[in-house]
């Protein structure tokens, strides 16, 4: 069974703090996902890794940055949690990358709901 | 810039009824995915469609390239189905594709 693990489901973190999040898969995917997810807004692309080490910044990478020094890991990091950085947080991965015409489909995490305060 | 459009934002229904839940989007595209998200989070794919129409079980959805719409159909709803349909569109572009997500439908099957 195809699996996507997140490390925390719910998280509570201060103003300013360094937040990480990670997110694990055993599929043996090259592309992993973050994407933020608010209400009336759907889901938006943070960054995403095509490979170890590489990396592409996706519709709202501001005050976010990513880490892949696995295959299997991909984490993303507040590097100054803000108040308006207060969101559901999905990571995903899949075989091919949106850009290829071999695109199937993504596999999702649980999610984390992240709120500063 | 990229559009996808889902209507409606909200719909509750009685089991049993037939369901539908419509996508549209802006222009000419890859393919176009339907995703299911029960509360807590998790989002699980149900169809990619790049034309026609494809069952499963008592889901169908369909595709009209031409209209540039997609609807997603629930047969005989169930208490069950209530989650978030999210729709998701591969927009050709020239340096390659973009996924574009619709915002969601909240489905509510009451018994």
């Known amino acids: 069974d195809v699996k996507v693990t997140q490390s925390s489901r719910y998280l509570v973190k201060r103003t300013g703090e360094k937040v990480f999040l990670e997110c694990v898969q055993d599929m043996d995917h090259e592309n992993m996902f973050w994407y933020r997810q608010d209400p009336g807004l759907g889901l938006r692309l943070i960054y995403f890794?095509?490979?170890?080490?590489?990396?592409e910044k996706g519709d709202i990478p501001e005050g976010y940055s990513v880490s892949r020094e696995k295959k299997e890991r991909f984490s993303l990091i507040l590097e100054s949690a803000s108040t308006n950085q207060t969101s559901m947080y999905l990571c995903?991965?899949?075989?091919?990358?949106?850009?290829?015409?071999?695109?199937?489909?993504?596999?999702f995490g649980p999610g984390t709901r992240l709120t500063v305060l | 810039k990229n559009e996808v459009e889902q209507s409606p934002q909200n719909l509750t229904a009685q089991e049993g009824e037939f369901i539908t839940i419509n996508c549209s989007y802006s222009v000419g595209i890859s393919a176009l995915h339907w995703l299911q998200q029960h509360p807590g989070g998790g989002i699980v794919s149900l169809f990619m469609l790049s034309s026609g129409k494809k069952k499963h079980g008592r889901l169908i959805a369909t595709i009209n390239i031409q209209e540039k719409h997609s609807s997603l159909h629930i047969t005989a709803s169930h208490p069950r189905d209530s989650a978030v349909y999210i729709c998701a569109v591969l927009f050709r572009e020239t340096s390659g594709s973009r996924l574009t997500f619709g915002e969601g439908t909240q489905l509510t099957v009451n018994p």
């Open positions: 995903a991965s899949s075989l091919y990358p949106p850009r290829l015409a071999g695109y199937n489909e993504q596999f």
């Open positions: 890794s095509y490979d170890v080490k590489m990396k």
